[in-house]
C-alpha cells in the first residue's frame, strides 16, 4: 500500500505540474519515477503524437509500481530539459525503439534511455509510442522529397494540358476564333519564360523546396480562376500568365533541390523521375480532361487540377516536417551561402551571382543551344501532332485524341530505361561527360531519323507512321539524363540559376515556334515543311553542338577565372 504521505506528495506534485502546463504547455513535462523499477514516463511536448497500438508486438504487461512502492512526480519547465529530451526522441526514432534492452526488430515502438538524472542504479528507463504509418514513413527523406517533387510535376502538365482540351468548348461558348484561342494559349508561356531566372535566383537564396510549393500554390489558384474569368479577356491572359510563372520557377527549384541532396551517383534516376512526372501529367491530363468536359462541363477541368494542387500543398508541408529529425544536406556550400537573407543581402546575392563567367562557358552555351532545339521539338509536336494525326493521317478526333497520348506514355517506360541505363555508366566509372553526351545524342538522333522516315512518302499505313513517332518522341526522353543533369553536374551551387538560364531560352519555340508552324503550314500546305524540317534542321544541329561542347567538368565560375 501506499503511504499517506506519499499520496499528499503525489498529488501536491502533480497541482504543481498543471499549474506550470497551464502557463507554458510547450515546455511542460512530467516524470513518473518509481526507484529501483522499470517505471516508465512520457514525454509531453509540443506536436509530440503517442499511441499505444502495434501489431508487430506481443501483448506485454507494464510493470507501472515496482517492490518498493515510493512514487515520485518531477515537474520541470527548463529549456535544457527539453531540448535534451527532443535529443533522446529524435535517438529513438532513429535507432528503433527497446523494451527492457530488447530490440524490436518489426519497427518496435519502446526503447530505454540511460540515466537522465545522473543517479548511479537508478537509471529512467522511457517507453515512447509511434504508429507505422505511412507506409514512407521510415523512407530516407531525400526519397520523400523526391518523390513529392515528382507529383508536383504531375500536376503541373495537367494544368498546362488541361486547356488545350477545354480551349473547344470555350471557343464555342464566348465565340473566339482561332487567332483569339492561340493568343490564350500562347500566354501561358509569356509567364513562363519571364519566371525562369528569378525562379533559379530564389531557389539558390532559399532553397528549391521553399520555392516549388510556392511556384504550386500560385499556379493552383490561378487555375481554379479561370472559370470566374474566361468572359474577360484581359484578366483570363493573366490568370494564364500566373499559370506560367508558377509553373515557370518549378524546374529550377526541383533542379536545386536535386543538386541539395541527391548524390551522383543517383542522379540520373532523380531527375528522370522528378521530370518524368510531366510525361505522365500529360497522360493523366489528357485521358481525364475530355470525360470531365463531357460530364460535368469545361469547368471542372480547372476546379479539380487547381484543387489537386492545394492538396499537394498541404501534403508537402506534412513531409517538410520530417526534415529536422531525419534530412541531412549532403553538398557543401561555401560558407557565406545562407537562405535566411535580409532584404538587402537580397540584392548583393543577385550581384554576387557570376553572370559573366557564365556566359564565358562554352559548356553553358551548348546547354543554352541544346535546350532551345530540344523544346522547338517538343513544343511544335505537342501542339500540331493531334492536327497531324487527324488531317494528314485521316484519323477521326478520337483516334487522334488517344493517339496524342501515346508519345508522353512512352516516354515513361523510356525515362526508367534511361535513367538506370546512364547510372550503371557512371557507377562503373565512365566519365560522366561521355554518358551525358551519350544520352543527348540518343535523344536527339531518334526523333530527327523518326522525323525523316515520316515525312518521306513510303505509303506507310497511318498506324505505323504513328508508331514511328511515337517510338521516336519518347527517345527524346533520353535528354533527362542528358541535358537536364548537365547544369547540376558542372555546378551544384548554381544549377537552378543555370537551368533558368537555359530554360528561358527553351520557352522561346513555345512563343515563337507554334505560331511559326502554323504561319508555314498555311503558305505551304506541307506537314514536312513546316513541322518536321524545323524541328529535324535542329535536332541535327543540337547534336553537333552538344558533342562539340559539351561537358559535364565541375566548374568554379569564378569571375576571375
Not at 535566411?340 to 543554352?368: C, H, Y
Amino acid at each position: 500500500m501506499l503511504s499517506l504521505k506519499a499520496i499528499s506528495y503525489s498529488f501536491w506534485t502533480s497541482f504543481s505540474f498543471f499549474k506550470e502546463f497551464l502557463k507554458n504547455p510547450t515546455m511542460a513535462k512530467l516524470t513518473i519515477r518509481a526507484e529501483n523499477s522499470s517505471f516508465y514516463h512520457f514525454p509531453h511536448y509540443g506536436n509530440h503524437k503517442v499511441s499505444i497500438f502495434n501489431s508487430s508486438l506481443r501483448p506485454q504487461r507494464l510493470n507501472l509500481l515496482a517492490e518498493k512502492h515510493i512514487l515520485k512526480l518531477r515537474v520541470s519547465c527548463s529549456i535544457t530539459e527539453r531540448q535534451k529530451e527532443e535529443a533522446a526522441e529524435k535517438q529513438r526514432i532513429v535507432k528503433g525503439l527497446k523494451l527492457n534492452g530488447e530490440v524490436g526488430k518489426n519497427g518496435g515502438l519502446i526503447s530505454i534511455s540511460g540515466d537522465e538524472l545522473g543517479e548511479a542504479g537508478n537509471g529512467d528507463k522511457e517507453v515512447g509510442f509511434e504508429w507505422g504509418w505511412p507506409p514512407w514513413k521510415n523512407l530516407p527523406q531525400r526519397y520523400k522529397l523526391i518523390g513529392t517533387t515528382s507529383l508536383a510535376f504531375v500536376i503541373c502538365n495537367m494544368d498546362k494540358v488541361n486547356l488545350s482540351v477545354a480551349i473547344i468548348p470555350m471557343s464555342h461558348q464566348f465565340g473566339w476564333n482561332s487567332s483569339v484561342a492561340g493568343l490564350v494559349q500562347s500566354s501561358f508561356f509569356w509567364g513562363y519564360a519571364l519566371s525562369q531566372l528569378p525562379g533559379g535566383w530564389l531557389s539558390k537564396i532559399f532553397g528549391g523546396s521553399r520555392v516549388l510549393e510556392v511556384g504550386v500554390l500560385v499556379w493552383s489558384l490561378a487555375t481554379m480562376l479561370v472559370p470566374y474569368l474566361a468572359g474577360f479577356m484581359p484578366a483570363l491572359i493573366f490568370s494564364r500568365i500566373l499559370v506560367g510563372i508558377g509553373e515557370g520557377v518549378s524546374p529550377s527549384a526541383a533542379t536545386d533541390l536535386i543538386a541539395r541532396t541527391i548524390p551522383l551517383e543517383e542522379r540520373s534516376r532523380a531527375v528522370s523521375f522528378v521530370f518524368g512526372g510531366l510525361s505522365f501529367g500529360s497522360v493523366t491530363g489528357l485521358l481525364l480532361a475530355p470525360p470531365l468536359i463531357q460530364n460535368y462541363g469545361w469547368e471542372s477541368v480547372f476546379y479539380l487540377f487547381g484543387f489537386l494542387g492545394i492538396a499537394w500543398f498541404s501534403g508537402f508541408q506534412l513531409v517538410k516536417e520530417d526534415r529536422p529529425w531525419s534530412f541531412i544536406e549532403p553538398m557543401s556550400w561555401p560558407p557565406s551561402f545562407s537562405r535566411n537573407k535580409s532584404l538587402g543581402e537580397l540584392g548583393t546575392s543577385l550581384k554576387d551571382v557570376p553572370w559573366k563567367a557564365f556566359f564565358r562557358s562554352k559548356a553553358v552555351w551548348a546547354m543554352i543551344y541544346t535546350h532551345f532545339c530540344g523544346s522547338w521539338g517538343h513544343y511544335t509536336c505537342l501542339s500540331w501532332l493531334p492536327t497531324y494525326f487527324s488531317e494528314e493521317l485521316n484519323l477521326n478526333l478520337t483516334e487522334a485524341a488517344w493517339v496524342s497520348v501515346g508519345p508522353p506514355l512512352a516516354s515513361i517506360l523510356v525515362t526508367s530505361i534511361a535513367s538506370q541505363f546512364a547510372d550503371s555508366l557512371i557507377s562503373k566509372g565512365v566519365d560522366i561527360s561521355l554518358v551525358r553526351k551519350i544520352c543527348q545524342t540518343i535523344a536527339f538522333l531518334s526523333p530527327a531519323t523518326c522525323m525523316i522516315l515520316s515525312s518521306l512518302d513510303f505509303g506507310l499505313p497511318p498506324w505505323e507512321v504513328v508508331t514511328i513517332l511515337t517510338g521516336g518522341l519518347a527517345l527524346s526522353s533520353f535528354a533527362l539524363s542528358g541535358l537536364y543533369c548537365t547544369h547540376q553536374d558542372i555546378s551544384p551551387e548554381y544549377a537552378s540559376i543555370l537551368l533558368g538560364i537555359t530554360n528561358t531560352v527553351g520557352a522561346v519555340p513555345g512563343i515563337v515556334g507554334v505560331p511559326l508552324t502554323g504561319y508555314l503550314l498555311d503558305s505551304t500546305h506541307s506537314w514536312s515543311i513546316s513541322l518536321f524540317a524545323p524541328s529535324i534542321f535542329f535536332y541535327l544541329t543540337g547534336t553537333i553542338v552538344w558533342l562539340a561542347f559539351a561537358s559535364s567538368k565541375p566548374q568554379s565560375f569564378s569571375e576571375g577565372d
